[in-house]
């Protein structure tokens, strides 16, 4: 059975594909309950998922086989940078260090100078 909720706002997924030459190309896009499944069997077959929302609505306005275009390579290659660090045997490692770096780090706390040493007078 699908986890997909009517009342819940469609949400959107898009497939890319990219054989070394060119930009990746769109091969697969759907909303709602067609995103849900096109997740739903990447993640039953080991294939990363990338979640992007805004980036998945622009995608899904290129037709099949398009190449994307070069407003969008930055974000590709923050999705393929995501992917090489992707460990199947932990699919949500990659997930949490990205939301880790996307996290404000807290400000370190001030430490006090080293003490100089003590230096023996001569008397």
């Known amino acids: 059975m699908s ?3 009517s009342n ?3 949400g959107r997924a898009v497939a890319l594909r990219y054989e070394g030459d060119g930009a990746p190309v769109v091969v697969a896009s759907g909303m709602g309950y067609l995103a849900e499944k096109m997740v739903e069997v990447a993640a ?3 294939v990363p998922i990338y979640e992007d929302n805004s980036l998945a609505t622009m ?3 290129l037709a099949l086989g398009q190449e994307i275009p070069d407003s969008l390579y930055q974000a590709i290659v923050e999705i393929y940078v995501y992917f090489l660090n992707f ?3 932990d ?3 990659a997930r949490r260090e990205r939301e880790a770096l996307a996290a404000p780090s807290p400000a ?3 430490q006090a100078a080293p003490a100089a040493p003590e230096q023996k007078g001569d008397g």
Request: hydrophobic fraction near 10%; proline fraction near 24%; avoid cysteine.
């Open 108 to 110: 370190p706390e001030p």
């Open 91 to 93: 699919p949500d490692k």
């Open 59 to 61: 995608l899904s306005q």
């Open 3 to 5: 986890k997909y909720d």
């Open 44 to 46: 039953e077959n080991g």
């Open 8 to 10: 819940r706002p469609a």
């Open 87 to 89: 460990d199947p045997n």
